[in-house]
Structure formats: C-alpha cells, structure tokens
C-alpha cells in the first residue's frame, strides 16, 4: 500500500494516468480548461471572449 491506499486504486490511476498520455501524445484527447463565473465578474477573468491559441500549433 502507498500512502494507505490499496492496490486496485493505485493500478486504476496509473492505468488512468498511462491512458491519458497516450491519448494526448497521439493527438486523440484534448484538454479545455472551462471557468463559471457569475454575471458582471468580467473584470476579474478579463476578456471571455478573448480566443488563445491551440497548443499544437
């Protein structure tokens, strides 16, 4: 047991963290980072319509 967890909990996230790099390495996942806020916060999070560009280029 690692930090008092079992097994099958390690073995699921490492599967799960194994499975994630490959879908980002073979370009078949993506990540979005996605912020709620409440009506006239704009200020604070700047422009929401503001686009950035992709990280694959």
Known sequence: ???GFDDKFIRTWEYYF???A???KTL???DYQV???RP???AALGD???SFPSAHG
């Open 48 to 50: 929401p319509f503001h």
């Open 22 to 24: 490959a879908g980002f």
């Open 40 to 42: 006239g916060n704009v």
């Open 1 to 3: 047991m690692y930090l």
């Open 28 to 30: 078949t996942l993506e």
């Open 18 to 20: 194994d499975y994630c």
């Open 35 to 37: 912020v709620f806020s």
